[in-house]
């Protein structure tokens, strides 16, 4: 499994849109309130990912083919010392290869210092897939902490990156 982070670029933000339909349908079934974008033309953000200082968008591959996409913010776009995994997906068909595990722990070692995610309390696996692979490049992890957020319950991981990681 060869498995290639690239950062996305203007021409990409077709795929990406592909990506974040599929995306945000799965995502709203483990919403507790149907509040926020169900598909990327209802998503507000996607194209601040090429005009906003900060924010990087990157697709996710698995032997050449289009796999997934990560956007991530910095912290010259969240206004915090911390990063923050915005959304990340992996295709159903590329699920369960470790191909997730292995992208998301590049994209932590890439930027290093302090992150933050959410998860959605009810998606289960996504919780327990973060919790792995932030155990797998943080230095002190943290258990998360439940928060409340408009669409219901979410864990929230804040961890540090660090280069011995």
Not at 114 to 126: D, F, G, I
Not at 129 to 157: K, L, N, Y
Request: glycine letters at 6%; hydrophobic letters at 45%.
């Amino acid at each position: 499994m060869k498995v290639t982070i690239v950062e996305a670029t203007r021409s990409d933000a077709g795929r990406i849109a592909e990506l974040l339909d599929d995306y945000l349908g799965e995502l709203s079934s483990h919403r507790e309130v149907p509040v926020g974008a169900v598909d990327a033309a209802s998503y507000p953000y996607l194209d601040a990912y090429w005009t906003e200082p900060g924010r990087q968008a990157f697709l996710l591959a698995n032997e050449g083919r289009a796999a997934g996409f990560a956007l991530i913010r910095s912290p010259a776009s969240t206004g915090t010392p911390a990063f923050q995994m915005a959304e990340f997906y992996v295709a159903p068909k590329s699920c369960r290869m470790g191909i997730g595990r292995q992208a998301a722990v590049t994209i932590f070692r890439r930027h290093l210092g302090p992150w933050e995610l959410q998860v959605h309390a009810r998606n289960a696996a996504a919780v327990s897939f973060w919790a792995a692979s932030i155990r797998e490049v943080a230095r002190d992890p943290r258990p998360p902490i439940e928060i409340h957020a408009t669409d219901g319950r979410r864990f929230q991981f804040n961890f540090d990156v660090d280069k011995d990681a």
